[in-house]
Nanobody
Framework: QVQLVESGGGLVQPGGSLRLSCAAS????????IGWFRQAPGKEREGISC????????YYADSVKGRFTISRDNAKNTVYLQMNSLKPEDTAVYYC???????????????WGQGTQVTVSS
């Protein structure tokens, strides 16, 4: 079965850091682009970052650019999202998702992880 499992969420103070992991099974990760999405309470799910399958090009939403870094380790079949300088508005459930190409559009997602909660609060 195609599975994506997120981990690494938790409670962190403003200005702190977390690293999220997305472990894939059932398919070879390097065949897919992997995006990170988040959904805050009362808000729509939004794409915040993606790493392509072809040349490992990376993409970031303006809201996280300069603070978050996406990377992949094909040998471990895992994608990471390093989150620095976290703000309360980053509080959300974070999901990783498999796509054929990076687009940031929900309709292009072929597989979702279950989500991991990130809470930024003092």
């Amino acid at each position: 079965q195609v599975q994506l499992v997120e981990s690494g969420g938790g409670l962190v103070q403003p200005g702190g850091s977390l690293r999220l992991s997305c472990a894939a099974s059932g398919f070879t990760l390097n065949y897919y682009a992997i995006g990170w999405f988040r959904q805050a309470p009362g808000k729509e799910r939004e794409g915040i970052s993606c790493i392509s399958s072809s040349d490992s090009s990376t993409y970031y939403a303006d809201s996280v650019k300069g603070r978050f870094t996406i990377s992949r380790d094909n040998a471990k079949n895992t994608v990471y999202l390093q989150m620095n300088s976290l703000k309360p508005e980053d509080t959300a459930v974070y999901y990783c998702a498999a796509e054929l190409h990076c687009s940031g559009y929900l309709a292009d997602v072929t597989s979702w992880g279950q989500g991991t909660q990130v809470t930024v609060s003092s």
